[in-house]
């Protein structure tokens, strides 16, 4: 009997220690783990995936904070992968000033339609948007993946990881939460806790992060080419009707293996 408790006991230790750690493999994506932030700001915004939060900071001090959903393909920061991207970001457009709860935006531009909270087989982009920009080497991609915080009619699944990389919200606290922010404001993804960050936020021995103007200035907006249909590269075409060569920043992928190029020297010969 002694050893079956003493089992029992070990198995509800193991069990303990991987909640409180907060992280957990599927396959091979790695959702969260509780560790210290990297980043730290104390004027921005912070989500923190470990425990699905979103907080607004102010002189240090938490301001407000909120359920979200994060990606349920885990954490990464590559092209395609789904995933919600780690590190600094910035604010780099606001979207939906003025238009209703459950607004359908596409492109960041409201279309006209609206929809209800949990509309039955509906999950798009509602009520605002708050586009973000990756200010590290490894998330310099987050842009142009297409990564926002914006409103949702799933609302029965924020509080768990259910996007598709984006960071997710309630209709009424996406609209809350953009009157709080502006272009230009930090915000930080971290894979912790809100508690761990709270801690990393009292501890005098981390810098806070600030955004100069002059980044700000430059930070992207509406109107970018998606990645994933032109690779940018330097090439020379050549005019039929001239024979004069120009250069090209941009070359269109080759479509069901037909190169254009290679054909206009077969008729050529």
Known sequence: MQKHL???TVLCLLSAALTSCSAFRQGKKLYAE???PQVVVRDGVAVTLSDQK???FK???KVKDYSISSSKFGIGNKNGSHQTPLGLHAISQKNGDGQPTGMVFKGCKPTGEVVDVDAAGRDPVVTRVIQLAGMEQNNHSTHRRRIYIHGTPEE???GQPASYGCIRMKSDDIVDLFGRVHRGMPVAIESCTQETYLKAELDGTKNSIH???EMVARLPVDGLRPTHRY???SHRNFSRRNG???TSRFKKRTVRGKNPRLALRKRRR
Do not use: N
Request: proline share 8%; no cysteine; glycine share 4%.
């Open 244 to 246: 004069l060569a120009s």
């Open 54 to 56: 979103l907080t607004v």
């Open 156 to 158: 029965r699944y924020i």
């Open 211 to 213: 955004i100069p103007k």
């Open 6 to 8: 003493t089992a029992f």
């Open 231 to 233: 690779r940018s590269r």
């Open 34 to 36: 509780d560790i210290p």
């Open 59 to 61: 002189a240090g001090k």
